[in-house]
């Protein structure tokens, strides 16, 4: 059912600045940052469907939570109650609609600041195509009034860019860069500038509108600040993209010193090519279209979400007319950057019938200098009918002809394998009805800066896109018949293009050769490149990463070879520097060059990925230039930053014992933590490096650094729930110990297991490790070891119910720990000791405990601390019947738990509070608290989710009290 006139003219919706929305005049609170995001996409899409997978990119990006599809669903629900208070559960509503396409939002477009700046510029451009100057600039004037900031407020909402909210961005630029040419005809640059200053603003690298500005500013009588603002825009592209300032933004600074601010505008709208400049023959143009795009591939398989981007991205920019759309393709060599491109020009042909150009910008070629933009250009004045008699021979001029020559045509341009932005920008059409797509080894972010262009990195193909590359060129009788064999090809060639088109050229080459027998050679190839060598030097994969290592500088060169001594499936800055024994600002130049190249990429920010073959070709290269000695000196320098910034980070989150530091080393950079937030997250990062530093160490003997590296992330792995990596780490290094003789080494890897086995629920595992540690430590007179084990002991035996037992092991600890005046230990002793004599019923005894604990913790300013004697209140509280004090607790103990990021103290308290809720006849908070707990863990595969995902089915079904405690 749609709206009725009544609901409709009590809404009004902004997108066009921060997302708004009034009801009768009032604006309405939208709520979480999640769910202002939600309703900004799905009104800057202005009534078309929004599908669940683009709204979860635009939340989480390209990591979402397994219960993404979930949470995005009870955003949506919210945000229909707040439209529709009364709406009943589960129903979809009046003006947030779901179907199979996706969600969106039924607005009327007189209430929609979007749809009613459309129909503004429209009826604008209407007026100026009939010469009705004076109503087009009225009409201009109001749809710029509407535009309030960037589209959405996405800016604050969402971390990375986003297509939707992009285009409109550049929409409206290019709307107000209209405005103002058509004010500047009129001589009412005043009327524009409020707004072109605020836009300008916003958009400080855009040199069209950056150049519209000056105009803007010098036709108000303000020359000299028009110039001022012009030094500054160019200071400003110099420090931050390395460029001069555009040509267009040039002849807008001549034109202020020659004080032509009012110049003859083509009116807006005109499709008419400009007129020559005075004294300049027009040029002689033949009616030949070209059509220079290269044959497409045959069978073309995958990159359906590339295609979709890209198809979506042209659409809207033919229906706006706004802006030039320019697409720039990156990504490693051998990904498929020139094959999606054409492939994808191929596809658009129709929509630019006056033709199609192509080049190849040589950006990577060995053999072949990187071509010059001027070359470039003759080549497609050339194929625009162009003779050479009328090509200017300045390179500006050729590309001022260039533009001019595409002015009103419809042409697709592809500049592939472009170097860099520079070599790019000359070759661009200016016209808004053509389109450019760009590919390179490197990520052009200037043109996105500069240009508004849109950037595409490409991932390897996935294993479904792999089988179907693979099964497209050799046929599925055969895949299908050897799908093992199919399965191992793909996984040695790392879901590379380049690697699996070389692989299925072999299979074709020798028809008779078994699938399974090419595995077999890239199995014995043992992960170096010699199973993917052909004689076609152009598809041989060694040969193409070599274009890109011979780019390289002698220091970039050595980095690059020493990055294949790295474990991790990933890397930092800081660990690159320490590798090569660098300072880090050092260290940053030559990343930022391995990435230009294409043989690294930062697939997360300040976070660098090498595919494996490329690591294979890398090690190749250490093994033949770098001795061994230089490369066991590397990967100590390696080891010891991790070492040293995981005792920095272990330290600040305030673990129970702590090592001596690792030892100093020379050349080795340590991350050193704010707090306990940033080493939280520092340690998050580097978690997959680290387990596999942990094995790398224990691989090559040195088991000492093995375990103390691992005693540094067992607090960590408790607070964030890592219990399966824990165990596995715990259990190697407690072999490793063993096998040694290291009865230290096996003391604290016995309980770092314990420790991990308790949380999984494994409670008697947990107690023999215990009991080996404690004989251990004892026999080794390590009184803190004790300690600590004693407490462990009691908890484990308190979860089994031996809670009488528990309280002997935890006043045992509690002693050992007031002789040692370990404090921080003491609280959390104590506060085990309050929570075993509540499982008894001794309230009072439990309550005078933690008011011990307490005072403890706030004088250490213990965090954690402060958390766990508020749980255990909580629980007390709980216990004794006083439902509201208790729910009042644990909503305190959350509040510290969460704003800290300790995930499983988070966890545990958020199921309590679940409880509790419930028992006071509060489903809605029940399910709240059990939502955002299972959110928190559901990837973890901990006892906890089963608890959790039990309860929230039960209150589905069961809409009763479901008992105070777990």
């Not at 001549?254 to 027009?282: C, F, H, I, K, M």
């Not at 490409?458 to 050799?474: N, Y």
């Not at 076609?536 to 193409?544: E, G, K, L, V, Y």
């Not at 590296?709 to 792995?717: A, I, K, M, R």
Request: hydrophobic share 45%; with cysteine; proline share 5%.
């Amino acid at each position: 059912m749609s709206p009725t006139v009544g609901d409709k003219l009590s809404f009004c919706f902004g997108v066009l600045g921060p997302v708004q929305v009034l009801r009768s005049g009032v604006e309405v609170d939208l709520g979480a940052r999640q769910q202002r995001l939600i309703l900004a996409l799905l009104l800057a899409n202005a009534g078309q469907p929004v599908g669940i997978g683009n709204i979860v990119e635009v939340l989480w990006g390209e990591r979402p939570p397994a219960s993404a599809v979930n949470v995005v669903h009870r955003y949506v629900g919210t945000l229909r109650r707040l439209f529709e208070p009364a709406l009943p559960a589960r129903s979809s509503g009046r003006w947030l609609l779901g179907d199979a396409a996706g969600y969106r939002m039924q607005v009327d477009p007189f209430h929609l600041d979007l749809s009613r700046l459309r129909m503004l510029a429209e009826q604008a451009r209407s007026d100026a195509s009939e010469s009705r100057w004076t109503e087009a600039m009225a009409s201009f004037e109001s749809a710029l009034a509407l535009w309030r900031g960037p589209c959405g407020g996405a800016a604050e909402l969402v971390a990375n860019d986003h297509l939707t909210f992009d285009a409109i961005d550049h929409e409206c630029a290019g709307l107000a860069r209209e405005a103002t040419a058509l004010a500047l005809r009129l001589d009412k640059a005043r009327a524009v500038l409020p707004v072109l200053r605020r836009m300008a603003e916003h958009r400080p690298l855009d040199e069209a509108l950056q150049a519209r500005l000056v105009l803007a500013v010098s036709a108000d009588g303000q020359q000299a600040e028009a110039i001022a603002h012009y030094q500054n825009v160019r200071r400003r592209l110099a420090d931050e993209l390395g460029v001069d300032p555009g040509e267009e933004l040039r002849e807008a600074y001549q034109q202020v010193l020659r004080q032509e601010n009012a110049a003859p505008v083509s009116p807006p709208g005109g499709t008419g090519t400009p007129a020559p400049p005075p004294g300049d023959p027009a040029p002689r143009l033949t009616t030949v279209l070209p059509a220079q795009l290269p044959a497409d591939l045959a069978h073309f398989t995958g990159r359906d979400d590339a295609q979709s981007r890209t198809l979506s991205l042209v659409n809207g920019h033919i229906l706006t007319q706004a802006s030039m759309p320019v697409l720039a393709i990156d990504g490693i060599p051998g990904i498929g950057k020139t094959s999606l491109a054409i492939h994808l020009a191929h596809q658009l042909t129709d929509a630019y019938p006056d033709g199609q150009l192509y080049v190849d910008l040589q950006g990577f070629d060995p053999e072949q200098s990187v071509l010059h933009p001027a070359q470039a250009l003759q080549g497609f004045l050339n194929a625009l009918g162009v003779p050479d008699a009328d090509i200017p021979v300045s390179h500006h001029a050729r590309s001022g002809l260039y533009r001019s020559v595409l002015a009103g045509r419809r042409i697709l341009v592809v500049l592939d394998n472009a170097h860099s932005v520079e070599q790019v920008r000359p070759l661009l059409p200016g016209s808004p009805g053509c389109l450019a797509l760009v590919t390179s080894r490197k990520r052009l972010t200037g043109l996105a800066t500069a240009h508004g262009a849109h950037l595409m990195t490409l991932d390897v193909l996935s294993v479904e896109d792999a089988r179907g590359f693979l099964t497209s060129r050799i046929g599925s009788q055969r895949t299908s018949a050897e799908s093992e064999a199919v399965d191992e090809v793909i996984e040695r060639c790392g879901r590379l293009p380049l690697a699996l088109a070389v692989v299925a050229s072999r299979a074709l080459t020798h028809p008779d050769h078994k699938l399974i027998e090419i595995a077999r050679e890239l199995r014995d190839a043992q992960g170096s490149l010699d199973g993917f060598s052909t004689d076609d030097i152009d598809n041989d994969i060694r040969a193409i990463f070599s274009w890109s290592y011979r780019t390289l500088g002698p220091p970039a060169a050595r980095m690059f070879r020493l990055l294949s001594l790295h474990p991790g499936p990933d890397i930092a800055t800081p660990a690159m520097a320490s590798l090569a024994g660098v300072a880090l600002t050092e260290a940053r130049l030559l990343v930022g060059e391995l990435v230009r190249t294409g043989l690294l990429a930062e697939h997360q920010v300040g976070r660098f990925w090498m595919h494996d073959l490329i690591r294979a070709y890398a090690q190749e290269l250490v093994q033949g230039h770098d001795d061994e000695l230089t490369q066991v000196r590397a990967f100590e320098r390696l080891t010891a930053h991790y070492r040293q910034s995981a005792h920095e980070a272990d330290r600040l989150l305030g673990p129970s014992i702590m090592l001596d530091p690792p030892p100093a080393m020379a050349d080795v950079v340590t991350v050193r933590p704010g707090d306990g937030i940033e080493a939280g997250a520092w340690l998050n990062a580097e978690r997959q490096v680290l387990k596999a530093v942990v094995q790398r160490l224990i691989e090559g003997g040195d088991v000492a650094a093995a375990w103390r590296l691992t005693v540094n992330l067992h607090f960590f792995n408790q607070r964030e729930g890592w219990c399966h990596d824990w165990a596995a780490t715990s259990r190697a290094c407690l072999q490793a110990a063993t096998s040694a003789g290291d009865d230290l080494g096996s003391a604290f890897m016995a309980r770092s297991l314990s420790g991990a086995e308790m949380m999984l629920g494994h409670y008697e595992s947990a107690l023999q490790h215990l009991d080996r540690s404690l004989e251990l430590f004892t026999a080794l007179g390590h009184s803190q070891g004790q300690a600590l084990v004693y407490r462990n002991l009691g908890q484990v035996t308190d979860l089994q119910g031996r809670h009488q037992e528990a309280i002997g092991y935890f006043e045992r600890a509690v002693q050992l720990m007031a002789a040692q005046g370990d404090l921080v230990s003491q609280v959390l002793a104590l506060g085990c000791l309050a929570d075993a004599h509540t499982s008894l019923g001794h309230f009072e005894i439990s309550m005078d405990l933690i008011n011990r604990a307490l005072p403890i913790a706030d004088a250490l300013q213990s965090i954690h601390g402060q958390g766990f004697c508020h749980e255990i209140m909580a629980k007390c509280l709980q216990a004794k019947g006083d439902l509201p004090a208790a729910r009042r607790i644990w909503g305190k103990a959350v509040g510290i738990f969460r704003r800290s990021e300790w995930r499983m103290n988070t966890v545990s308290c958020l199921l309590h509070l679940g409880d509790t809720a419930l028992a006071m006849g509060d489903p809605a908070g029940a399910r709240e608290a059990w939502q955002e707990a299972l959110d928190l863990t559901v990837h973890l595969r901990l006892p906890e989710v089963t608890e959790l995902e039990d309860r929230l089915s039960r209150l589905e079904h069961e809409p009763a009290p479901v008992g105070g405690g777990r």
